[in-house]
């Protein structure tokens, strides 16, 4: 009997602290946002296995985030398209279902050409999207303007912006949209200088006269704001050549909007300068061409993310894979772990 009384009282006992432990842990991970209720949960890139070049991204008012890319058509995989401007949506930046085309058809200002690089923002309470017209050496290509009240959409295409041959600026594509103390900026260019000019208002036309920020050996423009300084994010090398693609993402920082940038080592970016952010794969498996990043999100765990394309050196027909990867901060400079793209499980962000 008293065995008996002294197992059960045991038992009683262990239940007891386990309830305790429970409860405790479930208060502290309310307690504290920058906790993951679940450290476990890791994923491993691509993010998504389907064509998806040039991923941008933007955070909805509904808790998701959207992300949009260079026309897509996956009929191939069997998984839907041709879209112009396909959409995907994501609650933690790991796992994305299809939305839809950001646009029914495509605009008409211009004779020729693809729709390439979209980039979205939600500014003054609507989405905007902002896309390249061009065509694989167009002598005149253009950046376009639409508008939705949801970043899933309808978008309402505006039109043009600007052609290349009108604002000056050969292969004027890979637009970017930033708002420095409330002022509106369009970045653009392409292996021919990268510049930025002052919207309007409504964020519809260009006013002012173009300023250059980088030199020629960029494209696919990236500003990120963090402390006190700018950082300017760009890709180099070739995007689009499978893989052969030499892409890279370079980046340099600046005290101001405008400039000057500069690497690491202090040479401008206008010269060319830069520092690498990543690069390729060492080895047979990975990924080959990373870059034309999408904007960086920070999680509730204070952590940095970029959203990136790459292809897969194991299938290289796939099309730019979406990739994803941590950036950490050291000495106020952008760092990847490896400087490539992580190839085994990773934590994921922290929703």
């Known amino acids: ?42 994923y491993q890139n691509p993010v998504f296995n389907h064509d998806f070049p040039d991923p941008n991204l933007v955070q909805g008012t509904d808790g998701y985030y959207y992300a949009y890319s260079t026309q897509a058509d996956w009929r191939k995989d069997n998984f839907g398209g041709p879209y112009v401007i396909p959409i995907l949506r994501s609650k933690d930046l790991v796992n994305w279902e299809v939305v839809g085309p950001a646009l029914a058809q495509k605009p008409d200002w211009k004779e020729q050409g693809g729709i390439w690089a979209p980039d979205a923002v939600y ?106 300084f700018y950082y300017y994010l760009g890709s180099t090398g070739t995007c689009c050549e499978g893989e052969k693609s030499t892409y890279e993402v370079k980046v340099g920082r600046a005290k101001k909007f405008k400039g000057p940038y500069l690497d690491k080592n202090g040479k401008p970016l206008l010269e060319n300068g830069g520092t690498r952010l990543l690069q390729k794969n060492v080895g ?60 085994t499980p990773q934590a994921a962000p922290v929703f």
């Not at 059960?8 to 429970?22: G, P, R, T």
């Not at 842990?25 to 890791?42: D, H, L, M, R």
């Not at 167009?138 to 899933?152: L, Q, R, T, W």
């Not at 993310?305 to 796939?318: A, C, I, V």
Request: glycine share 12%; with cysteine.
């Open 123 to 228: 500014y003054k309470g609507k989405y905007y999207l902002y896309y390249s017209f061009s065509t694989w050496g167009d002598p005149n290509p253009g950046i376009g303007v639409a508008v939705a009240d949801k970043p899933e959409g309808p978008f309402t295409d505006h039109g043009k912006l600007f052609l290349s041959k009108e604002v000056g600026v050969d292969n004027s594509i890979d637009a970017f949209f930033f708002e420095d103390k409330g002022t509106p900026y369009l970045i653009w260019g392409s292996f021919h200088g990268i510049y930025g000019i002052q919207l309007s208002g409504d964020g519809t036309q260009i006013k002012g006269e173009k300023f250059q920020m980088a030199g020629t050996d960029y494209e696919g423009s990236l500003i990120y704001k963090k402390g006190k």
């Open 1 to 42: 009997m008293q065995h008996s009384l002294f197992t059960k009282s045991l038992f009683l006992l262990a239940a007891f602290i386990f309830c305790f432990l429970i409860n405790s842990e479930v208060v502290w991970a309310q307690a504290g946002t920058a906790i993951n209720s679940n450290p476990k949960v890791t």
């Open 284 to 343: 047979t498996s990975g990924f080959v061409g990373p870059g034309h990043n999408g904007d960086i999100i920070q999680d509730k765990a204070g952590q940095t993310w970029m959203l990136y394309h790459g292809f897969r050196k194991d299938s290289p027909k796939t099309g730019r894979v979406m990739l994803l990867d941590k950036i950490k901060w050291q000495r106020k400079w952008p760092v990847m772990e490896t400087g490539q793209p992580t190839i």
